[in-house]
């Protein structure tokens, strides 16, 4: 102990402390094993701290301080000549880490705070995308002043994102417009998130057809929509602001009146946009004239093309066909169906030999069909037709023509015009509904036929092999009520239509009669996946007219809408009503329907679940 002693005092600027206080190293033993166990600490403290020397500072070599590096000696009596005393640097130290945790918290606050305002900011100035929050509406437009036709369009032409409803009725004002016989008539479109009145413009007659297109997609800003009248109206309105664009002067049609509405060609002056063609009728039937209208200006692309056609019965067409190879057809007839190329319309309105290169095509198949005095003309069918269609093919990039006559329904192929199949249906009038009913992924075909007295068969018609795949006959007294379809996001298709209300609960029989007395018309839904369920929607005291339904990409939901004319009193015209209904919506709150009893038995939780699924998708069924 004393040789220790001796080391400590020899130590060159340091002073012993006093010997009246307790030092440790006064109790250190000269045992060598008492040494190694005091270096043993100092190297697992992490080295020697001297007294005198700032902290992380090595010691000098030859010192042997590391023996008394343990002892903690007073503030007070240890003093140092040359080096700061540990506790002060380690204050300063401390004082400068709370002032970077402090400087580091403050910032980290600051920028909690920026962002968050940033977030509030982008909230209120950057708009979301619209919610269709009014998924059901429904709009009184006050009485209508007659006219058989009931056009109705869908489009978004306020940007929204949602569909929008146009339509054209007669007004019941008093009063005629100037050199116009009868009441005049007025285009209006409604917003389809509420039903108010986005614009409204007057027209001169009644219109026939209402269609809305891109005539130039992907340049032209906004949609236009071709407003076909009854007599010799054709104008194309900018569909965002309601005003019209062009009108065809009318004696560009001569004695002749429009016969149906007009059609969307190709491009065939060269000037960027597509063109149009108006078939128009002269006071003897047979005549019918073609004119090419330039879809940029709305002026005749050339002179007026005249046809004698020989034909008794409804007038079908005009409609654009265009082939696997792309030949451009026009189809068309009285009761039957021809069809006429549009190179040759346009060489006859040109006056000309030659046509563009773009309609020099031909298709082989349909070119073998000209008829020999009239070579022009190509024969397609002719049968008593009432109805024809397009419909898409699945395994071609043309389409397949399905036709309807009183008797039968026969689809012919697009390829080489022959029958696929042939279904024979006594009593067939209204015009079918495609849409996917089995799993071939092929359009199958939702049919009403008159059965009876107050009653209609509902049919659905496999489109790859023309059987019928489901029927069920439910009262209607409706003369003629709009049927339509929604595709799913699983390539099926939901299927609607109107019929008189049914019984929850199925009888023996077949037939269900209605419950409830003629005149309140159910909306009812038919799934592929539940073909003994049908779904009650909605309901309607008045004559359906017309029904579209929209798809609302965004929310993957789809819309119906409907045309209706109320129950007229004596002396006062019918109300005309614009409802709207969401499906999503109206799938889970509607009431359920069993058509015929089922092993097992079907609840209504399970139906819940899988119609909670369901997603509509924006799909082309005809083309």
């Not at 008093?174 to 998130?193: E, H, Q, R, T």
Request: charged fraction near 20%; charge should be negative; proline fraction near 8%.
């Amino acid at each position: 102990m004393a040789t220790v002693l001796s080391r400590a005092l020899k130590l060159p600027g340091k002073k012993s402390p006093d010997l009246g206080e307790y030092d440790p190293l006064t109790q250190a033993d000269s045992d060598e094993s008492e040494d190694d166990l005091v270096l043993d600490l100092q190297q697992k403290n992490g080295g020697v701290k001297n007294g005198t020397s700032p902290l992380g500072e090595a010691p000098e070599p030859d010192s042997d301080a590391e023996v008394a590096g343990p002892a903690k000696p007073h503030l007070s009596e240890v003093t140092t000549e040359r080096y700061p005393v540990e506790p002060l640097g380690g204050l300063e130290q401390k004082a400068a880490s709370s002032i970077v945790s402090y400087v580091r918290t403050s910032v980290f606050l600051l920028t909690l705070v920026v962002s968050m305002v940033l977030v509030l900011v982008c909230a209120f100035l950057i708009p979301c995308p619209p919610r269709d929050l009014h998924s059901t509406w429904s709009r009184h437009l006050g009485p209508q002043g007659g006219g058989d036709l009931s056009p109705l369009e869908l489009a978004d032409v306020n940007g929204d994102g949602l569909r929008d409803v146009l339509l054209s009725f007669v007004t019941s004002r008093n009063g005629s417009a100037v050199g116009v016989s009868g009441p005049p008539a007025v285009l209006m479109c409604l917003s389809g998130m509420n039903g108010s009145t986005l614009w409204s413009s007057p027209l001169p007659e009644e219109a026939r057809d209402i269609t809305c297109l891109d005539l130039m997609p992907g340049s032209m800003p906004g949609t236009v929509c071709l407003v076909t009248g009854t007599h010799k109206m054709l104008s194309a309105f900018n569909a965002t602001s309601g005003k019209a664009i062009w009108t065809l002067n009318s004696n560009y049609l001569s004695n002749g009146t429009l016969a149906a509405p007009g059609v969307v060609l190709p491009d065939v002056d060269e000037d960027g946009v597509r063109d149009l063609v108006v078939l128009a009728v002269g006071e003897p039937q047979p005549d019918l004239c073609f004119l090419l209208v330039s879809g940029r200006t709305g002026r005749p692309v050339g002179r007026p093309v005249k046809y004698n056609v020989v034909g008794v019965g409804n007038l079908i067409g005009p409609q654009v066909y265009v082939t696997a190879n792309g030949a451009v057809y026009i189809l068309f007839g009285f009761g039957n169906i021809q069809a006429v190329a549009l190179r040759d319309l346009f060489v006859q309105a040109q006056n000309r030999d030659s046509s563009p290169p773009s309609l020099q095509i031909e298709e082989p198949e349909w070119e073998k069909r000209r008829s020999i005095n009239l070579s022009e003309l190509i024969d397609i069918y002719s049968d008593g037709v009432e109805l024809l269609q397009m419909v898409k093919a699945p395994d071609s990039n043309c389409s397949n023509l399905l036709i309807t006559t009183s008797q039968v329904l026969v689809l012919l192929r697009g390829q080489n015009l022959t029958p696929y199949w042939t279904l024979r249906l006594p009593g067939l009038h209204s015009q079918p509904t495609p849409g996917y009913f089995t799993d071939d992924q092929t359009l199958d075909f939702l049919l009403q036929i008159q059965d009876g007295v107050g009653m209609k068969k509902m049919m659905v018609v496999d489109g790859n092999s023309g059987s019928v795949v489901w029927s069920y006959s439910a009262p209607c007294h409706m003369e003629r009520s709009p049927t339509t379809s929604a595709v799913t996001s699983d390539q099926k298709s939901v299927f609607l239509f109107w019929a008189e209300g049914l019984s929850a609960t199925p009888p023996n029989s077949d037939v269900i009669l209605g419950t409830e007395p003629p005149g309140l018309h159910h909306l009812y839904l038919l799934h592929p996946a539940f073909p003994s369920i049908l779904l009650d929607l909605a309901n309607a005291t008045g004559t359906v007219t017309a029904s579209e339904v929209g798809i609302n990409d965004l929310w993957k939901d789809a819309f119906y809408v409907t045309r209706t004319t109320g129950p007229s009193s004596r002396g006062h015209p019918a109300p005309l009503v614009v409802s709207k209904l969401s499906l999503r919506w109206a799938l889970m709150e509607g009431q359920m329907v069993q058509l015929k009893e089922t092993t097992p038995k079907i609840g209504r939780g399970e139906l819940r679940r899988f119609l909670s699924r369901i997603k509509f998708v924006d799909s082309p069924l005809q083309i």
